[in-house]
């Protein structure tokens, strides 16, 4: 998905927590493809959580017979793309042939490494109707080493990711490895991806990474005594055992990861050398991306130029 804008600043204010919570993050929110998303990295207080740069919550928003999500063919570079549904249907094309429609549960890794080019619709018959749609996309940063591999697309479906349950908490290990069990998602360094749905009065005890963010997708929870509600990420405190409290029914995201060092971002950009990213960008400007063979009769252009 695309940033549809040129600042990597997109945070709301931060504030100070409680122990083990280091931030509290107001996400901005951002209008993107005909909905709106909130975006909680990159922001002024979290450029990064471990390996992941870029954190949206999308809708959830509902469309009318005939409107839908639209978002034109644009590129990455240097990064994977990691797309979640909890609602609703999209449609995946690339520039490596992929057509994949992503449901409720499934997961989508797209890894641009050397470049890709990609798009983010619906189908007719989705459109045909009224719909909805509510989900995630991250965005997780290439080890240097794998910056300029091969781009490539995989799809898992629901029936492949691991879900759980602990003390009543219903889990899913969307990404690495957590609660003894491992996701089949594709890595390429210490990676945690984890969604938990907690009833209230029902807590759960995160799984350690050296670096972690938790947002509350629905409900309140609380973290000793800091309570934090829907639509807030909490940077978490990399050394400490952390326990949320469910104070209502609620839905949770976790991620984290290994901290891979400094990234340069520019648009849809995104590298561990700022040379690689002004190439990039240049070489989108003049058209030399491949394209998508599937949806090709038009393209986002580079802004502001």
Sequence with gaps: MSKQSTSTDSAGDIESGCTGVAQLIHPKEQELGGFSVRRSLPSRGARRIGPWVFFDHMGPADFPAGEGV????HPHINIATVTYLLDGE???QDSVGSVQSIRPGDLNLMVAGSGIVHSERQSA???SQPHSIHGFQLWLALPAEAEET???FYHYNSAQIPSLKIDGVSLRVLMGT?????????TFSSTLYIEAKL??????????????GLYVVTGTISIQDLSIAQHKFAVLSDDQQIIIHAEHDSQVVLIGGDDIGHRYMDWNFVSSR???VKQARQQWIDQQFAKIPSDNQDYMPYPNI
Excluded: D, F
Aim: charged fraction near 20%; proline fraction near 10%; charge should be positive.
């Design 274 to 276: 700022i040379e690689r």
């Design 125 to 127: 018959e989705v459109k």
């Design 178 to 186: 957590a609660y003894g069990v491992t996701s089949p998602v594709k």
């Design 70 to 73: 639209n978002v034109l063919p």
């Design 90 to 92: 999209m449609l995946h």
């Design 199 to 212: 009833k209230t009065g029902h807590s759960l005890t995160l799984p350690h990474a050296a670096m972690r």
């Design 150 to 152: 091969e781009p490539a």
